[in-house]
């Protein structure tokens, strides 16, 4: 199968982990034999103009890890204009499909990563160059474009269109299909992909030592950090042997420490700083159980990391805590409830030795490892090439 992907946005450069999910993804998908490429392009506002200074005009093609990948930068310039913009990439999309196609062939299908605006685009070229195409949907937030008169009409029209569509998370495709609201459930979920640095790690070693509760994220508010801080500090400030641990960067991680301290539990937090990514499986290791909890997350890539290195979890009853946690690997709470936050931290510590390491990692790779990734992933493309066959 060829299939080209189309994203809303890109990593830059092998320096850029901005959806760098979406490189793991084509390669799993080359992995797994099929032809894989990418086209991509950065809009760049008109009141913007330094975000261009020092990069390639016009077309940019690299090579990275097998994955073909044509890039162009294009100056986004009717901010107030509905669709404007909008015309403006598909035009620089479609520069880059023929490209494309010239030097590699057809593609068998194309594959939109979010609706606003790779989603719309990919319609147009389909309907343009008769290629069936897909589209995944990575953010909540793109709802809310539906509102919009030009993104409601067109992205509904694309949703219609699409072979198939795809939500990271099974709440995440109901509410899809409630927002869309084009007379059938269209939206179907299908896991994302679990990070390839742990696709064949070992499940961990239970650490010796104080028993620690472990965090990883960009210390944003609605990660909720200061409320595990606080669940932590009303459980555990006068427990001897247990901490918390969190790993993490962000301009908030000051009067994060600052709160550790009020709450009287500054010398039981550690607060780790930012982990590069070859050492964030050590860093998961190094916890007895990974929390997480924000107020929203869609497919939380986080928590089935924590799961593939063997570790229960605590999560908030977001899309992704509840497609992610079950009896034999964790707890739910509330959302923004520290009280019950701070309950389910007492209980999994009191029964810490009920949950299998094995098994936990077990159920992540079944769910989201790269043969189910690619499977599930294969049998749409299959389907969306045979229908425009018929």
Same mark, same amino acid.
């Given at each position: 199968?060829?299939?080209?992907?189309?994203?809303?946005?890109?990593?830059?450069?092998?320096?850029?982990?901005?959806?760098?999910?979406?490189?793991?993804?084509?390669?799993?998908?080359?992995?797994?034999?099929?032809?894989?490429?990418?086209?991509?392009?950065?809009?760049?506002?008109?009141?913007?103009?330094?975000?261009?200074?020092?990069?390639?005009?016009?077309?940019?093609?690299?090579?990275?890890?097998?994955?073909?990948?044509?890039?162009?930068?294009?100056?986004?310039?009717?901010?107030?204009?509905?669709?404007?913009?909008?015309?403006?990439?598909?035009?620089?999309?479609?520069?880059?499909?023929?490209?494309?196609?010239?030097?590699?062939?057809?593609?068998?299908?194309?594959?939109?990563?979010?609706?606003?605006?790779?989603?719309?685009?990919?319609?147009?070229?389909?309907?343009?160059?008769?290629?069936?195409?897909?589209?995944?949907?990575?953010?909540?937030?793109?709802?809310?474009?539906?509102?919009?008169?030009?993104?409601?009409?067109?992205?509904?029209?694309?949703?219609?269109?699409?072979?198939? *569509?795809?939500? %990271? /998370?099974?709440? =995440?495709?109901?509410? #899809?299909?409630? &927002?869309?609201?084009? !007379?059938?459930?269209?939206?179907?979920?299908?896991?994302?992909?679990?990070?390839?640095?742990?696709?064949?790690?070992?499940?961990?070693?239970?650490?010796?030592?104080?028993?620690?509760?472990?965090?990883?994220?960009?210390?944003?508010?609605?990660?909720?950090?200061?409320?595990?801080?606080?669940?932590?500090?009303?459980?555990?400030?006068?427990?001897?042997?247990?901490?918390?641990?969190?790993?993490?960067?962000?301009?908030?991680?000051?009067?994060?420490?600052?709160?550790?301290?009020?709450?009287?539990?500054?010398?039981?937090?550690?607060?780790?700083?930012?982990?590069?990514?070859?050492?964030?499986?050590?860093?998961?290791?190094?916890?007895?159980?990974?929390? *997480?909890?924000? %107020? /929203?997350?869609? =497919?939380?890539?986080? #928590?089935?990391? &924590?799961?593939?290195? !063997?570790?229960?979890?605590?999560?908030?009853?977001?899309?992704?805590?509840?497609?992610?946690?079950?009896?034999?690997?964790?707890?739910?709470?509330?959302?923004?409830?520290?009280?019950?936050?701070?309950?389910?931290?007492?209980?999994?510590?009191?029964?810490?030795?009920?949950?299998?390491?094995?098994?936990?990692?077990?159920?992540?790779?079944?769910?989201?490892?790269?043969?189910?990734?690619?499977?599930?992933?294969?049998?749409?493309?299959?389907?969306?090439?045979?229908?425009?066959?018929?």
């Amino acid at each position: 199968m060829h299939v080209l992907f189309v994203p809303s946005w890109y990593p830059a450069d092998a320096t850029d982990f901005s959806g760098s999910f979406f490189i793991e993804q084509a390669q799993a998908l080359a992995m797994a034999g099929h032809d894989v490429g990418v086209i991509s392009v950065k809009g760049v506002p008109v009141y913007s103009p330094a975000q261009l200074r020092g990069r390639t005009p016009g077309i940019r093609l690299s090579v990275e890890s097998e994955i073909r990948t044509y890039r162009m930068d294009k100056v986004l310039p009717f901010p107030k204009v509905p669709g404007g913009n909008e015309r403006v990439l598909l035009h620089a999309w479609r520069v880059l499909l023929t490209r494309y196609i010239s030097e590699n062939g057809r593609p068998d299908v194309l594959h939109a990563h979010a609706m606003f605006p790779a989603g719309v685009v990919t319609h147009a070229l389909s309907d343009e160059f008769k290629i069936p195409f897909v589209v995944t949907e990575h953010r909540p937030s793109s709802m809310d474009r539906l509102n919009q008169k030009w993104n409601g009409v067109n992205g509904r029209r694309a949703a219609l269109a699409a072979s198939a *569509l795809v939500a %990271v /998370a099974r709440g =995440f495709a109901a509410e #899809l299909n409630d &927002a869309y609201n084009i !007379g059938q459930d269209k939206w179907q979920y299908v896991p994302g992909l679990l990070s390839p640095q742990f696709q064949d790690i070992p499940t961990r070693q239970i650490p010796d030592g104080p028993f620690i509760f472990g965090h990883v994220s960009h210390l944003d508010p609605g990660k909720r950090v200061d409320m595990l801080i606080e669940a932590f500090a009303e459980q555990f400030h006068n427990v001897d042997g247990v901490r918390l641990r969190i790993a993490g960067d962000s301009i908030h991680k000051a009067e994060l420490e600052t709160l550790a301290g009020s709450r009287g539990v500054g010398d039981k937090v550690d607060f780790v700083g930012a982990v590069q990514r070859k050492d964030i499986v050590a860093e998961f290791s190094s916890a007895h159980v990974f929390v *997480l909890a924000s %107020v /929203a997350e869609a =497919f939380g890539t986080v #928590l089935w990391e &924590a799961m593939a290195c !063997g570790l229960p979890v605590v999560s908030t009853a977001t899309w992704a805590g509840k497609n992610a946690v079950g009896e034999a690997n964790g707890l739910l709470s509330a959302i923004d409830n520290r009280e019950e936050l701070g309950q389910a931290l007492v209980t999994i510590r009191e029964n810490f030795n009920s949950y299998v390491p094995e098994d936990i990692r077990a159920i992540c790779v079944d769910h989201c490892g790269r043969e189910a990734f690619t499977s599930q992933y294969e049998m749409l493309y299959t389907n969306a090439v045979q229908a425009s066959r018929r």
